[in-house]
């Protein structure tokens, strides 16, 4: 059903830039010792790539790149046969990059990945000390 996306009460998707179209996150292991830690340090020596962390506590890796469907529009091409995992995107409502960050932590260099280890209270991981 088309959308206008001008009312302010018209579904968030209407008025969105389809964040959640331009990067695909896959959920990792927390890391639990320093070879965990050099995985995702190899993972953010890659070009638009980050790692993520959830309200949940959840880690994720994020590759920056679009979907092969968005349209130059900003539309899926697809919307009709769009896999499911778009179709529960956004449930429950306000879980979507539109209405707020998904992460609450997001690490795109080395440097803040380990900046981030210096000042928080994640629990010692062996061999932390050479970060």
């Given at each position: 059903m088309p959308t206008d996306s001008s009312?302010?009460?018209?579904?968030?998707?209407?008025?969105?830039?389809?964040?959640?179209?331009?990067?695909?996150?896959?959920e990792i292991d927390r890391p639990q010792d320093e070879r965990d830690l050099?995985?995702?340090?190899?993972?953010?020596?890659?070009?638009d790539v980050?790692?993520?962390i959830d309200a949940d506590g959840d880690w994720y890796v994020a590759f920056q790149t679009p979907c092969e469907a968005l349209g130059d529009d900003g539309r899926c091409s697809r919307y009709e046969h769009?896999?499911?995992?778009?179709?529960?995107h956004g449930e429950p409502p306000g879980d979507c990059e539109y209405t707020g960050d998904l992460f609450v932590d997001t690490f795109s260099t080395l440097e803040s990945l380990d900046n981030w280890f210096r000042m928080t209270t994640f629990p010692a991981i062996a061999g932390d000390d050479a970060m």
């Open positions: 009312k302010p009460d018209s579904p968030p998707c209407a008025r969105c830039d389809a964040a959640c179209c331009r990067y695909m996150a896959i050099d995985d995702i340090r190899w993972y953010l020596l890659h070009r980050s790692v993520c769009r896999p499911e995992l778009c179709r529960e």
